[in-house]
């Protein structure tokens, strides 16, 4: 299983303003991963580039600390399950996730009215 972390640097951020994916592969018990690659969102900005680099990459879930509806939505619908809320270093917040310590909620923050691009989001 492939999941991908939302991250700035190495941290957990927000989906919408993340300049790089950490995508850790997982087999067996999910315990620990055999792999781990940052792709650069090359500054692509969008609930459809952005979901898209996820699908190319067949991920199964995303963990992230906020995103809006029209990213959430666009992420089911290719069937990637979105993980919000969650702060924190991104191994740590994948390896926490696949041991079943981060609850699972596909809840879209809603300080921004669901309009993340105002950059409002977390105020």
Do not use: W
């Amino acid at each position: 299983m492939k999941i991908a972390v939302a991250c700035k640097g190495d941290h957990v951020t927000h989906f919408g303003f993340c300049d790089s994916f950490a995508i850790y592969e997982f087999k067996g018990d999910y315990s620990v991963p055999v792999g781990k690659e940052f792709v650069s969102t090359d500054g692509k900005k969008g609930h459809s580039a952005l979901t898209e680099i996820l699908n190319s990459y067949d991920v199964a879930m995303v963990l992230c600390d906020g995103m809006g509806p029209d990213s959430r939505n666009a992420l089911l619908d290719l069937g990637i399950m979105p993980v919000v809320g969650y702060q924190g270093e991104a191994d740590t917040g994948a390896l926490e996730l696949m041991r079943g310590n981060i609850p699972i909620t596909q809840s879209s923050c809603d300080s921004c009215g669901g309009n993340c691009a105002s950059g409002r989001c977390g105020e």
